[in-house]
T-cell receptor, first 112, second 113 residues
């Protein structure tokens, strides 16, 4: 079946460090891929998405590229800030009538 | 403002006392869903609905009921809550489109004593 695997963390980085959170998926065809972020005490919100191979999603300095050949959608940011401390979820959606499959989430703490 | 609202945000109750958590969205979304979030277990889907009067079980439906009488509302009902239903609950909605974003409510923290 469809699934999403991501590094679980927790990940602790110093401010201005480079961030990579790995995400790989298992699905047939061409699912849409998403990164959601959950700030402390809040619900999840969309960070970025990509709907076809080689698409790059970007938002707030974060980027992720849909790599069909490696079935991956790794999240990157060149210089993290304390305000980026949150839990990050990778997710996929196969078709309109499927449910969204979420990864387990990766907790990120950025220290000054 | 486009949003998903949940009420209450916090609830402490006792075993066996029926409760309802309400969820409402103002975006005319067809799809609505309930999740629970527990440490180490991530997000697990409880129930979902593709449209009015259409609901289906998710991964962990036991002990929960839902209804979808109106497009905007999707209440979660716990007929006889038990301590293992202590959790953080999220309602979400979206259009029925493979590229569409899920919009999440702010969460309801439920404690069952």
């Amino acid at each position: 079946g469809n699934s999403v695997t991501q590094m679980e963390g927790p990940v602790t980085l110093s401010e201005e460090a480079f961030l990579t959170i790995n995400c790989t998926y298992t699905a047939t065809g061409y699912p849409s891929l998403f990164w959601y972020v959950q700030y402390p005490g809040e619900g999840l919100q969309l960070l970025l998405k990509a709907t076809k191979a080689d698409d790059k999603g970007s938002n707030k300095g974060f980027e992720a590229t849909y790599r069909k050949e490696t079935t991956s959608f790794h999240l990157e940011k060149g210089s993290v800030q304390v305000s980026d401390s949150a839990v990050y979820f990778c997710a996929l959606l196969k078709t309109s009538y499927d449910k969204v499959i979420f990864g387990p989430g990766t907790s990120l703490s950025v220290i000054p | 403002e486009a949003q998903v609202t949940q009420n209450p945000r916090y609830l402490i109750t006792v075993t066996g006392k029926k409760l309802t958590v309400t969820c409402s969205q103002n975006m005319n979304h067809e799809y609505m869903s309930w999740y629970r979030q527990d440490p180490g277990l991530g997000l697990r889907q409880i129930y979902y609905s593709m449209n009015v009067e259409v609901t289906d079980k998710g991964d962990v439906p036991e002990g929960y009921k839902v209804s979808r009488k109106e497009k905007r509302n999707f209440p979660l009902i716990l007929e006889s809550p038990s301590p293992n239903q202590t959790s953080l609950y999220f309602c979400a909605s979206s259009l029925l489109n493979r590229a569409n974003t899920q919009y999440f409510g702010p969460g309801t923290r439920l404690t069952v004593l």
